[in-house]
């Protein structure tokens, strides 16, 4: 059971993926009314967001965010660490998006995890380009590769683009993607380093599993509001729906907060076929720091509690 409780921890925590229509999968990319309304509610507060003169967010100019994991607020789970640094995806500008998780010493004995996740995030389109993500757990080892947001034109002449090439010229694809192009967009994936590009349909402008923590970090974040943001991961998409809800004071070990609690129910089935809600409470300050977050598991919660914050 604690080999379950971290595992589900250390890999869901920071990967906010939750799905308020569950007919949204690989297997289904009609647009419908209710999925353009939601989509058209999500881009009008994304281009709020690119419309602002000053983003003055700390993670823009480089942060560490460190995390303790606990079972039940007693039993120490693990480590986890979010960081934020200037870097650059082939000619553009990006911020270096990373996420790990670690076991706590005591367990790494009987069970090591060490789970580690990059996202390469545009500050000029506040979406991101490119994400890995390895996992380590015992002795098995995941990795995953995702392309997104992009134009894929240039990678044809590449042998390990050609499968994803292919099926992006495919009769079948363009079906799929038929009148709605204005939501629709392709998204590669592989994985295994050595395996060859698959091309899957997205929403357009999407975010992945990691940037949408740091994007939601940008929505001017009202009580009492919802708030919409398409989301693409392992092959499937989803539009993630969060609820702005109360206000309150959080102490820390590094410091106290003013907060925002914010929820997102997790309707579909995750890791373990797990269903419920994850709770964070983010700074009402500039930076909208994720400060503590919880989420319930088969038996019990677990939660993360910042405990270091340093910016550059």
């Not at 003055?56 to 039993?75: A, D, H, R, W």
């Not at 998006?97 to 000029?124: E, I, M």
Request: hydrophobic share 40%; proline share 3%.
């Amino acid at each position: 059971m604690i080999r379950r409780i971290i595992f589900f921890y250390c890999c869901i925590i920071f990967q906010i993926i939750v799905c308020v229509n569950p007919a949204f999968s690989k297997e289904s990319y009609g647009i419908n009314h209710k999925t353009a309304m939601l989509l058209e509610k999500a881009d009008k507060e994304r281009k709020h967001i690119l419309s602002a003169k000053n983003r003055p967010y700390s993670f823009y100019k480089g942060e560490i965010l460190t995390y303790q994991v606990t079972y039940m607020n007693t039993i120490d789970a693990g480590k986890a660490i979010l960081s934020a640094s200037s870097g650059y995806y082939k000619d553009k500008k990006v911020i270096v998006l990373g996420a790990q998780a670690y076991s706590a010493k005591w367990f790494s004995f009987l069970y090591r995890v060490h789970d580690a996740t990059t996202s390469f995030f545009s500050p000029k389109r506040c979406y991101p380009y490119f994400l890995i993500m390895k996992r380590h757990e015992g002795s098995h080892n995941d990795f995953m590769e995702e392309r997104l947001n992009g134009s894929y034109e240039h990678l044809i002449k590449t042998d390990a683009y050609k499968t994803a090439w292919k099926r992006l010229k495919s009769g079948e694809f363009l079906k799929m993607i038929g009148s709605n192009r204005k939501y629709n967009k392709p998204a590669l994936y592989k994985d295994k380093i050595s395996a060859t590009w698959k091309a899957f349909l997205s929403f357009d402008d999407t975010q992945d599993a990691l940037s949408a923590l740091y994007y939601l970090r940008l929505i001017n974040l009202k009580e009492g509001k919802n708030y919409y943001i398409p989301v693409y991961e392992n092959r499937k998409r989803y539009i993630v729906l969060i609820k702005a809800e109360s206000y309150y004071n959080i102490d820390t070990p590094a410091g106290k907060f003013n907060t925002i609690k914010v929820k997102a129910f997790l309707n579909f089935n995750g890791i373990f076929s797990h269903k419920g809600s994850l709770e964070i409470y983010f700074s009402t300050g500039a930076n909208h720091t994720p400060v503590y977050l919880t989420t319930n598991v088969r038996i019990g919660f677990m939660t993360a509690i910042l405990t270091r914050k340093k910016v550059f």
